[in-house]
C-alpha cells in the first residue's frame, strides 16, 4: 500500500499481510501485519493513497482473533484507564 501518516510530507510504500477490515464510529482501518510476520498495526483507509496487489501470498497466523484486539468495538483499547493533567 500507499500509506500517508500524517507526520509525513508524502504517502510511503509498506507491504503489509492483510487480517481484517473494521469500522470504528464511522472510520475504516486495515489490520495487517508490517511486513512479513511483522506486528499487528491499523491503518486508516482514509490514509491509504495506493494499493497495489503483490505475486507474494500472505496467510494470516492460525490463530490470529481480530475480535480479540477489540475492546468495547474499539482497536487496541486499554483495561487501564488513567487520569493526565
Do not use: M
Not at 2 to 29: E, F
Amino acid at each position: 500500500i500507499q500509506y500517508h501518516k500524517p507526520s509525513d510530507a508524502a504517502a510511503a510504500a509498506r507491504v503489509v499481510g492483510p487480517l481484517g477490515l473494521v469500522c470504528v464510529r464511522g472510520v475504516w482501518y486495515l489490520f495487517a501485519t508490517n511486513g512479513a510476520g511483522g506486528p499487528v498495526r491499523q491503518f486508516r483507509l482514509d490514509r491509504v493513497r495506493g494499493v497495489e496487489g503483490l505475486e507474494e501470498r500472505f496467510t494470516p497466523p492460525a490463530d490470529f482473533d481480530l475480535e480479540a484486539i477489540l475492546r468495547d468495538g474499539r482497536p487496541f483499547a486499554s483495561e487501564v484507564q488513567e487520569r493526565v493533567t
